[in-house]
């Protein structure tokens, strides 16, 4: 414990507060956030952004018991051993410690608080909400309930108990009647955040190793607060755009013709694909970057006749180099000191291949040597690296703490750099590339704060169970919370048998995702959707259509999502803070600002209890105006009930795409109301997007009136057709646009 305070004194912009046992120093990195911290013993792997808001009123009284200091809007309190108080400039509490010492007596604490190193206990508010920490199963409250990160192969099936999955995300978000926050803390170490508010007055968090160093952020809503993260921690840049087609796989297609077989049957059946993936038995004994001569003797030749048939191939990769001395990336791995130790040995476990080693992705030379291995892949046209088992998962009992790991700074030990192992291999994989010019796209199950810098994630192995239709739901809004915006869930779940009723209700919720994959394990029922009967074919084919007509939205999202941090799928209250009831629903949720998803998660149901904010709201389907809190749907199977707020303009590619290509129309669907929304272009594939080489087209609705202006004029191939459908009262109605010109505003009476 820091004990008593002594002196406080600010340097620069750094407060340093000397106690008894030690110094904690504080630093107001812009008028809404605060960082509390210890010197730290190696640079964050998460933040890539701390630097200090100039401009601040930066000023401290020490007043015996307590330093109050402040930078002119926040103001906080630090007393002895280091509790804190945070109020903002008109009062308001943000966060208050309660004590240190966790009262054992009153039993409010877990097992977890054994292990850890320090803790930080708050008093919690009445009806306090609590959000975020990744990909926790359970509902999208966290109040209740205790987290552990640290990064878990989890094949059974996720449940609300579970403290740990794959991702460790040590943030979240409470909000109380007098303010919204968050927190982050910026510790590897396994950490735990416990909201079981035992004693009905506390919730605590802490790390089992490590320094203390925490952010707050305060703001008005949770979208301020997301965008204060992302901040810190990055975005995922812009991504190619067919990343956002649909996606098949299975563990394993396991030879060509078999692979090939599932393009062509897509295309038999016109259901619109962009990407397969090749899980481990593409591999050579399972020897990352080998491909097997038996199974795919003409693998170039392959990926490069699906090339011009528009389709990609995502290879997976895992972490693990099997012990083999006449492979060369093992003996090279070896020759240059790539792989973890125990001591002065290198250290093996078990994978996929047998033995296995374990690169030091925390230092860069390993991070480069990885992506030198990645240009086989590269060379014969893979379009997408997945990289799996990245916790690290093993075979033959978890890594000890004590395995080391070289780094750019000193070596780390295992219970370290166990969190952001994953994180580093995602990094080591986007470097190499970002180098072809083409945006990466990634795919890792296992990540840390800030890995949405370089991958998309998906959440692991779920089960072909309703409880994980239904998981995906919190998990997926959660995720977004944590600024990882690019998710998925294995659609129709991964192991076990999916009815065709769970198949077609997956579709319903997963064409929605930004990563929309079906995908499933070797020993359960095959799950491509021509596998089951003619309804569930039909009801996925208009899913995935849907999907490809909304891909011109869902572009413009990330494309926001670059700037700010704002993620696609989204709870309720994320758009309208205000309606807190939504905090507990955990069955809807919004893609983007205008379309409200309430589906059917629930077996043998063909009606939704659907709950809608205040306004009006276009029913999808039918064009039909509904209002009020909440209204009864009949949802038979092939509907998913779908809303669109008022006022909403929601581009789209014409109808039956089967690849995601480049397009000369764009039909914007608009809902009478008042609006404004910018639509972005551009060549969907390179970085030269920040260059200014991009479109912007910008449409204002006021009820019977649109105004369509291009406002900016970057990329050569414009639109060379706009149709508009709007969508009011009295139904619908179309019409075109043929020629617009820069800066010229066209005005359209309705
Ligand atoms: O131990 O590569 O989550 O998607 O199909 C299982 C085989 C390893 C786990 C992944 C899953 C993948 C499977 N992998």
Redesign the pocket.
């Known amino acids: 414990m820091l004990g008593k305070i002594r002196n406080c004194s600010l340097d620069k912009s750094t407060f340093k507060i000397n106690f008894d046992n030690g110094d904690l120093y504080v630093e107001f990195i812009s008028f809404q956030m605060v960082r509390i911290f210890q010197n730290r013993k190696r640079p964050s792997f998460a933040v890539i952004n701390n630097k200090i808001v100039g401009g601040q009123d930066l000023s401290f009284n020490f007043k015996g018991k307590k330093v109050e200091l402040t930078n002119g809007n926040l103001l906080l309190y630090v007393f002895n051993n280091g509790l804190i108080k945070l109020f903002t400039k008109d009062g308001k509490i943000v966060i208050e410690s309660k004590d240190d010492i966790i009262d054992l007596d009153k039993q409010n604490a877990s097992d977890e608080i054994e292990n850890l190193k320090f803790v930080s206990t708050f008093l919690s508010h009445e009806n306090e909400a609590f959000f975020g920490l990744g990909d926790k199963a359970g509902p999208l409250n966290k109040r209740n309930y205790e987290f552990a990160n640290w990064n878990s192969?989890i094949?059974q099936a996720h449940v609300e108990t579970m403290k740990s999955l794959y991702k460790s995300i040590p943030f979240f978000v409470g909000i109380h009647d007098s303010s919204t926050y968050g927190v982050f803390l910026d510790n590897t170490y396994r950490s735990v955040f416990n909201f079981l508010n035992k004693d009905n007055e506390s919730f605590y968090f802490g790390a089992s190793g490590g320094e203390l160093d925490y952010y707050i952020m305060v703001g008005d809503n949770i979208k301020s607060i997301v965008r204060l993260f992302s901040s810190l921690i990055g975005t995922y840049p812009l991504p190619q755009i067919w990343t956002l087609g649909n996606q098949q796989s299975r563990?394993s297609y396991w030879c060509e013709n078999e692979a090939q077989g599932i393009v062509d049957s897509y295309k038999k059946y016109k259901i619109p694909l962009d990407v397969i993936h090749l899980?481990?038995d593409y591999m050579d004994g399972y020897r990352v970057f080998t491909t097997s001569e038996k199974r795919f003797p003409k693998i170039k030749e392959w990926i490069s006749s699906l090339s011009s048939d528009g389709i990609k191939v995502v290879t997976?990769i895992?972490p693990g180099v099997k012990v083999d001395e006449s492979y060369s990336v093992y003996q090279k791995g070896i020759a240059n000191n790539h792989f973890a130790k125990l001591g002065k040995d290198i250290y093996v476990n078990q994978v996929?291949p047998g033995d296995s080693v374990f690169p030091t992705f925390s230092s860069k030379d390993t991070r480069l040597w990885w992506g030198d291995n990645l240009d086989y892949l590269i060379s014969i046209g893979v379009s997408g690296i997945w990289n799996?088992?990245n916790e690290p998962?093993s075979f033959k009992g978890p890594l000890p703490y004590n395995v080391t790991f070289k780094s750019d700074n000193g070596l780390i030990r295992h219970d370290e750099i166990h969190n952001v192992y994953g994180h580093l291999m995602a990094e080591a994989t986007y470097d190499r590339l970002f180098k072809t010019g083409k945006r990466p796209f990634i795919i890792t199950?296992s990540c840390f704060a800030g890995t949405n810098r370089y991958s998309t994630v998906w959440t692991?192995?779920n089960q072909s169970i309703w409880d994980h239709l239904r998981l995906a739901i919190p998990q997926q809004i959660s995720l977004g919370i944590s600024g990882v915006s690019f998710v998925g869930t294995?659609i129709g779940g991964?192991g076990g048998d999916a009815t065709p009723e769970l198949m077609s209700r997956w579709i319903e919720v997963g064409c929605f995702s930004p990563l929309m994959r079906n995908?499933s394990?070797f020993n359960s029922k095959r799950q491509e959707p021509w596998m089951f009967d003619k309804l569930t074919l039909d009801i996925y084919r208009k899913y995935v259509n849907l999907r490809y007509k909304l891909i011109p939205y869902m572009y413009d999202l990330f494309h926001i999502e670059e700037i700010y941090g704002d993620p696609l799928i989204r709870s309720i209250f994320y758009n309208f803070p205000e309606e807190k009831s939504f905090f507990n629903n955990n069955d809807e949720f919004m893609l983007g600002e205008n379309l409200l998803i309430s589906p059917v998660v629930t077996s043998g149901s063909v009606t939704k209890l659907v709950a809608l904010p205040k306004g009006k709201w276009f029913d999808y389907w039918t064009n039909e105006i509904v209002e009020g809190e909440y209204i009864i749907k009949k949802a038979p199977l092939d509907v998913c009930p779908i809303f669109v707020k008022s006022g909403a303009i929601i581009p789209n590619f014409v109808d039956g795409l089967q690849r995601v290509s480049s397009q000369d129309k764009i039909i914007f669907d608009i809902y009478q109301g008042k609006g404004k929304y910018v639509h972005y272009q551009d060549d969907g594939e390179t970085f030269d997007y920040r260059k200014g080489i991009f479109n912007q087209y910008e449409i204002v609705l006021d009820d019977d009136k649109i105004q369509i202006e291009l406002i900016k004029n970057g990329y050569e191939k414009l639109y060379k057709e706009i149709e508009i459908h709007y969508h009011c009262d009295s139904g619908l109605s179309q019409f075109k646009i043929d020629k617009f010109e820069l800066n010229k505003k066209i005005f359209v009476k309705l």
């Open positions: 192969d094949p563990w899980d481990i997976i895992d996929w799996d088992m998962a199950r692991g192995d294995d991964f995908h394990a």
